[in-house]
Antibody, heavy 119, light 107 residues
Framework: EVQLVQSGAEVKKPGESLKISCKGSGYSFTSYWIGWVRQMPGKGLEWMGI????????RYSPSFQGQVTISADKSINTAYLQWSSLKASDTAMYYC????????????WGQGTLVTVSS | DIQMTQSPSTLSASVGDRVTITCRASQSISSWLAWYQQKAGKAPKLLIYKASSLESGVPSRFSGSGSGTEFTLTISSLQPDDFATYYCQQYNSVPLTFGGGTKVEIK
């Protein structure tokens, strides 16, 4: 069974750093792209970027380029999303999702990680 | 970026109703469109890909159609489990973009 299990909710202060994770199981982790999607409170879905864990090839949405870093550790089947300096506007639910083979939609999703940034 | 516009933003319907949601792309995306269902507090779930292909395990009351710039998601007979928010997503080009969502509420 394909599963993506994300790390737990975080509460941070503005200016702090953060790294959240997404662990894949039940499939060949290095053979499928993993994407990250933001959902701000009460809002829709936004594609942030995507990584191929096999070689760490990474693509970012222009809206998120330079604002976050996507990485992966294929030895432990885990993808990451990190911030070096959080802002209140980063408060959102963040989902990781597996990109379907040879195409660009997402067929499996993690349960989401809620990030709250507040002073 | 390709803009995706969904209508309506909210839809009130009763169990058994036929429901149609529309998604329009700002430029042609061929058939590179997916539909997702999101229930409150949960992750999105894939329903339809390539505009009209039903994901495995998804009930056959869900169907998708369209190509180019106009697409529809139809629920043939609305069930209690279907009250949720629905999103379209284009995957013709990066950055991938989603529609704003359509919330299906109980009438």
């Amino acid at each position: 069974e394909v599963q993506l299990v994300q790390s737990g909710a975080e509460v941070k202060k503005p200016g702090e750093s953060l790294k959240i994770s997404c662990k894949g199981s039940g499939y060949s982790f290095t053979s499928y792209w993993i994407g990250w999607v933001r959902q701000m409170p009460g809002k829709g879905l936004e594609w942030m970027g995507i990584i191929y864990p096999g070689d760490s090839d990474t693509r970012y949405s222009p809206s998120f380029q330079g604002q976050v870093t996507i990485s992966a550790d294929k030895s432990i089947n885990t993808a990451y999303l990190q911030w070096s300096s959080l802002k209140a506007s980063d408060t959102a639910m963040y989902y990781c999702a597996r990109r379907a083979e040879t195409t660009e939609y997402f067929d499996y999703w993690g349960q989401g990680t809620l990030v709250t940034v507040s002073s | 970026d390709i803009q995706m516009t969904q209508s309506p933003s909210t839809l009130s319907a009763s169990v058994g109703d036929r429901v149609t949601i529309t998604c329009r792309a700002s430029q042609s995306i061929s058939s590179w469109l997916a539909w997702y269902q999101q229930k409150a507090g949960k992750a999105p779930k894939l329903l339809i890909y390539k505009a009209s292909s039903l994901e495995s395990g998804v009930p056959s009351r869900f169907s998708g159609s369209g190509s180019g710039t106009e697409f529809t998601l139809t629920i043939s007979s609305l069930q209690p489990d279907d009250f949720a928010t629905y999103y379209c997503q284009q995957y013709n080009s990066v950055p991938l973009t989603f529609g704003g969502g359509t919330k299906v509420e109980i009438k």
